[in-house]
């Protein structure tokens, strides 16, 4: 079985300014990651993933995220917030594999960008 | 592009009261989720369908809920009889295959309040 953890319940930074959001996983077998964001009253988005290959992922809205296998982490990244980017953010985690389906999601973390 | 459409958005039942949930995947998708969404257990899989066929239905908390796809455009989840405890956000969502690596899609999520 896999976990997730986000070790931030709530981000709050100024609009413009760098952002981190940790996550970190245990998994006893090989995992794919992903980052979610939550808009208000919304579904939820992915913003990227990562299956294989670089451990640098790019996704949308100009995020990006790290796999640290050593780290055990894949922490999200944006080096300027926007007022926009105001939501909950799910890092989730399952089983490599064809056949893995089920994605275990972290509790979630809520950046508030301050203007 | 038409994404996951659940309805109803918003639903306010009373304790004792059958509540059904609806849901039409993306099309041509043939792997769907139900999620279920609450502050003090974040997001949990309910119930996992391939080919319209249930595959995991181990997330099912007791058999007040039920969920079925009687075809590749429709699923239902349903709950009977309700009870203030079941009230959270229920999300469905679609995936082109069943396999972690494909991105699934979120509908915006149907929120329930049972009083």
């Known amino acids: 079985a896999q976990s997730v953890t986000q070790l931030d319940s709530q981000v709050p930074v100024f609009e413009e300014a760098p952002v981190e959001l940790r996550c970190n996983y245990s998994?006893?077998?090989?995992?794919?990651l992903f980052w979610y964001v939550q808009y208000p009253n919304q579904g939820l988005q992915l913003l990227l993933k990562y299956l294989s290959g670089s451990t640098l992922v790019k996704g949308i809205n100009g995020f990006e995220a790290e796999f640290n296998k050593s780290q055990t982490s894949f922490h999200l990244r944006k080096p300027s917030v926007h007022i926009s980017d105001t939501a909950e953010y799910f890092c989730a985690v399952s089983e490599a594999g064809a056949g893995s389906y089920q994605l275990t999601f972290g509790k979630g973390t809520k950046l508030s960008v301050i203007p | 592009d038409a994404g996951v459409i659940q309805s109803p958005r918003h639903e306010v039942t009373e304790m004792g009261q059958e509540v059904t949930l609806r849901c039409k995947p993306i099309s041509g998708h043939n792997s769907l989720f139900w999620y279920r969404q609450t502050m003090m257990r974040g997001l949990e899989l309910l119930i996992y369908f391939n080919n319209n066929v249930p595959i995991d239905d181990s997330g099912m908390p007791e058999d007040r809920f039920s969920a079925k796809m009687p075809n590749a455009s429709f699923s239902t989840l349903k709950i009977q009889p309700s009870e203030p405890r079941d009230s959270a956000v229920y999300f469905c969502?679609?995936?082109?295959?069943?396999?972690?690596?494909?991105?699934?899609?979120f509908g915006e999520g149907s929120w329930l309040t049972v009083v």
């Open positions: 998994s006893s077998v090989s995992v794919y």
């Open positions: 969502a679609s995936s082109s295959t069943g396999g972690a690596g494909n991105t699934i899609y």
